[in-house]
């Protein structure tokens, strides 16, 4: 990802808007009454746009002459027209362009593919970022920046807005304009040849007026590049995600989940929230905002009467919310408050004469409450309080509680002044129970989402230990035996060798041997048939209970198999359990491939008869023990099983999910998994039956297929420097507060060497986008050294992002004021450069100030070669790893 240049899209000093003289959908006439209207401080410029040919044959084009160069170009022509335009506007300095509206459904598949070729080619030598084609355009209202076709209004906001959709764009944004609220920024992509929705979160992630995120779409491209910018983003600010599902399908219909449920994986593990239905975004996004911290998950309700109370409380269970229980003690204070002889419990049912006051205590009390994490308060009108005076009584006791209070209004004209004082007070108000249910269950999965973003599984195995020789040994046996897929004996070696377990079946030479062996394993069993070639036939018969039973299945089973394959032989029946000593739910667990973001790990409950049942659920690899627990969760399969054993058999699946993201992480030949049924003891998991698919390991291989790379726990090099011990290793998400206490240790003429600008601490946004990186295109390493109490502090960092083809990284490297001239920057540089070696970079680049002789004394000394800068004042530093590829 990158925002190179993006400053010319967000922030230009000049917009020109060039168009073919009779462009026929008057998009650049709208376009300019827009950037005119919006108030642009800066220049304005109408461009013609003509071919050259007399009859307009051709696609070379003639723009008309201009005196200002323009940092932002609109371009309103054909698509045939546009790479000509770019090619003429970056030779004169544009380096941002807007391709808007273009008529697709005029030209061939063939002439759009040549023509998007032809647009980047063009872009490619001056570095001209492209929005679009087909982008609807860019608002930045703060800036007077208005280069769009936007037909209402937009307001100066906190909130930035980026979409797929113009009709949705323009929903969004007449809703907003009735309610007030306004934007920091309102972007449509359109096709996102080159800015994407990932360029444009890595802006909006550190853009100081921007404090939450809104983002409507239907499908992305890149997976990892999505997945890195979207946890970025994350990290600093709330997003709230509107996504409609993809036209076709993209999973085989023998995949036991659909695209929608891996998007809803990823928005999960990204730290965001989706919001189904347009009336709900911003309250969602007002609730993150402004909501206290959660303690918990339990809700309590208050509510003026019975029905209303139980709305709200059947609404939160139904959609999988947990209401807290009051304690006795607070029962017993609510039961003296309201002078009631009423059993009370949550929902609590005010009686219907209740006065403002005791809505006050009452709220105290429930808040004083251990059992409860978060109030509701339903009030409908009442000839007994005004609910102005009601709703300033819950104001005043919620702007003292350590807890969130929700507050919900039911009726009419005569809550409005109730829902205003509110607003006033900053307490969220909505005008429905299950409106604000929706909106409280949305900040609960904003908050399980951000404790699964925190989360960085490392590549190497932590709590056991593989055995990946034996099962790399498993693997070249069978690849090299022309395989697609492990036989049984191959893959219970191979799981194995990651401990997991797989159930020895019995097998008979007989219907009287395998009734002896079913009464030996224990009643319900599964029978299946082992032909004479050694093959297992596909068919099971699943729940036998009795000997009578097992003779039927025997026979249709070789009936089935006389049907299925003519001329063969049974030779042996195979048995099984067909349920666990734990009487857990027989379970399937496996992985699929996904074409955007790779492999996915999945869990549910088994197949039966070669059919789906039950819930699955699906989580992006890899996964640690917090990660498996969520998934597990999700899955509800321990539901109805005894307390006692409950967190045993959540935790078994949890270390079989957490082996087999290690088995994904180390083969790179693994190409699927089917575990399927598998059983669920206190103990562990057993396997009954595995499908394991093989392949040779291509390009992008092992835990490079994942969407979100691991921790990459192999690069950590323990050093002695000067007498202290450090540890070189990878920047984690978590040292955020390590890095800021760095930086902060640099003395003002150090800064400005680093980042060419005495700043003394970088805003919180931009530090924690410094600490998210995604250990592919970028990566940082840390030299860390631990105090007396064992806590961490970094003593220098250097870090590289590459561009996508790996032709060159750009590097920064910093060490304390108090350290320098030491040594400790040439090591993190030789531990950068090995790392960018074996990573394939072609060529390692830095920029210097003249005046920083430190820096450029240790690049000659490690091979830099240095020339001079295109910027005045500064020397640019190369170092070239690989030779560069012929042709």
């Known amino acids: 990802m990158t925002v190179r240049n ?15 003289p009779d462009e026929p959908s008057r998009y650049a ?51 045939d027209m546009v790479p000509s335009i770019i090619k003429q506007l970056g030779a004169r300095g544009t380096r941002g362009v807007i ?46 920046l208005n280069a769009s076709a936007a037909p209402v209004s937009i307001m100066p906001g906190k909130v930035a807005l980026i979409t797929q959709s113009t009709a949705i764009t323009a929903a969004v944004l007449d809703r907003a304009g009735s309610r007030g609220i306004g934007f920091s920024t309102v972007l449509h992509l359109g096709a996102s040849m080159d800015v994407d929705l990932a360029d444009v979160l890595d802006w909006l992630a550190v853009d100081r007026d921007t404090q939450s995120i809104l983002v409507q779409f239907d499908e992305i491209s890149g997976g990892r590049k999505f997945m890195s910018a979207a946890r970025g983003a994350a990290r600093n600010k709330p997003v709230v995600a509107i996504r409609g599902g993809p036209v076709k399908p993209r999973h085989p219909v023998t995949t036991p989940f659909n695209a929608d449920d891996v998007y809803e994986a990823a928005l999960q593990r990204a730290g965001w929230v989706r919001i189904d239905t347009l009336g709900d975004v911003f309250e969602a996004i007002e609730a993150m905002a402004r909501v206290r911290p959660l303690r918990g998950e339990r809700l309590t309700i208050l509510a003026n009467g019975h029905g209303l109370g139980r709305i709200a409380g059947d609404t939160l269970l139904r959609s999988g919310g947990e209401l807290g229980s009051l304690s006795r003690d ?35 009390a429930v808040l004083a409450d251990s059992n409860t994490d978060t109030v509701l308060t339903v009030c409908s009108p009442s000839p007994f309080a005004a609910s102005a005076d009601v709703a300033t009584a819950i104001c005043e006791v919620s702007g003292t509680a350590e807890r969130s209070v929700f507050t919900c209004w039911v009726g009419g004209a005569a809550m409005l002044e109730a829902q205003r004082i509110a607003a006033a007070n900053a307490v969220l108000s909505h005008d ?32 056991f230990s593989p055995d990946v020789d034996a099962a790399r040994s498993v693997l070249t046996e069978a690849i090299d035996g022309g395989a697609g897929a492990l036989s049984p004996r191959q893959a219970r070696r191979l799981l194995q060798a990651y401990g997991i377990a797989v159930a020895d079946s019995p097998l008979a030479g007989s219907i009287d041997a395998a009734i002896l062996a079913a009464g030996d394993l224990g009643y319900p069993v599964d029978l299946g048939l082992v032909l004479a070639d050694g093959a297992e036939f596909a068919q099971v018969a699943s729940g036998l209970r009795s000997p009578a039973e097992i003779r039927i299945a025997a026979r249709g089973l070789r009936s089935s198999a006389r049907t299925q394959r003519p001329g063969s032989r049974v030779s042996r029946y195979r048995l099984r359990s067909s349920v666990a000593h734990s009487r857990a739910p027989a379970m399937r667990l496996g992985v699929a491939d996904d074409p955007v973001f790779g492999p996915v790990i999945f869990l549910g409950l088994a197949s039966v008869a070669g059919g789906r049942t039950g819930r699955v659920v699906v989580a992006l690899p890899p996964l640690n023990l917090v990660l498996a627990r969520d998934l597990v969760t999700r899955s509800r399969f321990a539901e109805g099983m005894p307390e006692d054993d409950r967190e045993a058999l959540q935790a078994a699946v949890s270390n079989a999910l957490v082996r087999l993201s290690q ?10 998994v089917t575990l399927d049924p598998l059983h669920v003891e206190t103990s562990g998991v057993v396997v009954l039956e595995a499908h ?26 323990p050093v002695e420097w000067r007498g202290r011990t450090l540890l070189i290793r990878p920047l984690r998400p978590e040292d955020e507060t390590t890095l800021g206490e760095l930086l902060n240790s640099l003395d003002p003429e150090d800064s400005r060497m680093r980042f060419f600008d005495s700043i003394r601490s970088l805003p919180r946004a931009r530090l924690a986008r410094f600490s998210q990186i995604d250990y592919d295109r970028e990566m940082a390493l840390v030299a860390i050294e631990r105090d007396s109490d064992g806590v961490e502090h970094a003593l220098g960092e250097v870090r590289a992002v590459a561009e996508p083809g790996n032709a060159f990284a750009d590097f920064a490297v910093v060490v304390r004021s108090a350290l320098k001239g030491q040594g400790l920057g040439r090591l993190l540089m030789q531990s950068l450069i090995s790392y960018c070696r074996g990573r394939g970079i072609g060529e390692l680049r830095g920029e210097a100030l003249d005046g920083n002789l430190r820096m450029q004394r240790l690049a000659k000394h490690l091979g830099f070669q240095l020339t001079t800068g295109a910027d005045r004042g500064t020397i640019d530093l190369g170092l070239r790893l690989r030779k560069p590829e012929k042709g």
């Open 6 to 20: 993006l400053e010319f899209l967000f922030r230009p000093r000049s917009v020109a808007v060039v168009a073919e």
């Open 29 to 79: 006439e709208v376009v300019i009454a827009n950037l005119v209207a919006g108030g642009f401080a800066g220049p304005v410029i109408s461009v013609g746009a003509r071919k050259r040919s007399l009859f307009g044959i051709g696609t070379d084009v003639r723009l008309d002459e201009f005196e200002v160069v323009p940092d932002l170009a609109i371009i309103c022509a054909t698509l």
């Open 99 to 144: 391709v808007g509206p273009w008529l697709w459904h005029r030209m061939s598949s063939n002439e759009i593919a040549a023509a998007r070729k032809a647009i980047l080619e063009a872009a490619r030598p001056y570095l001209i970022r492209i929005l679009g084609p087909g982008s609807g355009g860019l608002v930045v209202p703060a800036r007077g």
């Open 330 to 364: 607070t029962v017993k204070h609510l039961e003296e408050l309201l002078q009631t002889r009423s059993s009370l419990s949550n929902p609590l049912a005010l009686p219907s004469d209740v006065r403002p006051s005791h809505w006050a205590a009452a709220l105290s």
């Open 432 to 463: 429905s129970p299950e409106k604000a249910i929706a909106v409280f269950l949305g900040v609960v999965n904003y908050r399980r989402n951000r404790r699964l973003l925190q989360q960085m599984p490392p590549s190497l195995a932590e709590s």
């Open 663 to 672: 088995l994904l992480t180390d083969l790179d030949e693994v190409t699927s």
């Open 692 to 717: 394991i698919g093989i392949g040779r390991a291509a390009r992008r291989t092992g835990l490079r297929r994942f969407a979100i790379r691991p921790y990459p726990k192999e690069l950590e090099q």
